[in-house]
């Protein structure tokens, strides 16, 4: 059964850390998301790729955090310094881009920043 | 104006009632719809596409009105496994093709 996994599941740091969350997609999706979810606002979208090539980033605070694919494998959302409002869960999705298609969800990254 | 618009609910019902949720999205260029269901602290998760001539997949039935711009989720015979958040879910297209917008989401108590 194929799975999105994120790591770490909880991550609780202090203002001014660095954060890395770390995404393994599904073998054989081209497409990658980050989500951050709160309940003031929702699922909102951080950033996408395809084919390991950033499409939008454009829902990202850029001068903190920053998305990447290094490979197939693996994506990487990075906060660095964190700050207390970055407190949400953070989803890493895959898909494979066509007509329609269905974006698998890992089971997100709750981050607490103190 | 956002994308996508819902009713965040909540609702709540007792089990074997029929319940509606209904969106509306912004964008008349919009090609997919789906609805996704969230469990308290998971992910989200595809419970079923939304096709222009209506479908239905046992117990729910999802409508497309293109003309209104506008989405429902029909729940029959609620269950308690049925508890949830439902997020109505629009694919862009053009230059925003691939992402998926999605609303707030309506929270569901089905109650005994």
């Known amino acids: 059964d194929a799975r999105v996994t994120q790591t770490p599941r909880h991550k609780v740091t202090e203002m001014g850390q660095e954060v890395t969350m770390r995404c393994q997609p599904i073998l054989g999706h081209n497409t990658v998301f980050w989500y951050r979810q709160t309940m003031m606002q929702g699922l909102e979208l951080l950033a996408y790729f395809r084919n390991r090539a950033p499409l939008d980033d454009s829902g990202m605070p850029k001068d903190r955090f920053s998305a990447e694919m290094p490979d197939a494998t693996l994506a990487t959302l990075k906060i660095q310094p964190s700050e207390p409002r970055d407190s949400a869960v953070y989803f890493c999705?895959?898909?494979?881009?066509?007509?329609?298609?269905?974006?698998?969800f890992g089971p997100g990254t709750r981050l607490t920043v103190t | 104006r956002k994308e996508v618009e819902q009713d965040p609910g909540p609702f709540n019902v007792p089990e074997g009632a029929t319940v509606a949720f209904n969106c509306t999205y912004s964008n008349s260029a919009s090609q997919s719809f789906f609805w996704y269901r969230q469990d308290c602290r998971k992910e989200p998760k595809l419970l079923m596409s939304?096709?222009?001539s209506g479908n239905e997949d046992g117990r729910f039935t999802a409508q497309l009105n293109r003309a209104s711009q506008y989405i429902s989720l029909l729940i029959r015979d609620s269950k308690l496994s049925d508890s949830a958040t439902y997020l109505c879910?629009?694919?862009?297209?053009?230059?925003?093709?691939?992402?998926?917008?999605f609303g707030r989401g309506t929270q569901l108590t089905v109650w005994p």
């Open positions: 879910v629009v694919k862009g297209r053009g230059s925003t093709l691939g992402r998926l917008y």
């Open positions: 999705a895959s898909g494979l881009a066509g007509e329609t298609y269905e974006q698998y």
């Open positions: 939304v096709y222009s």
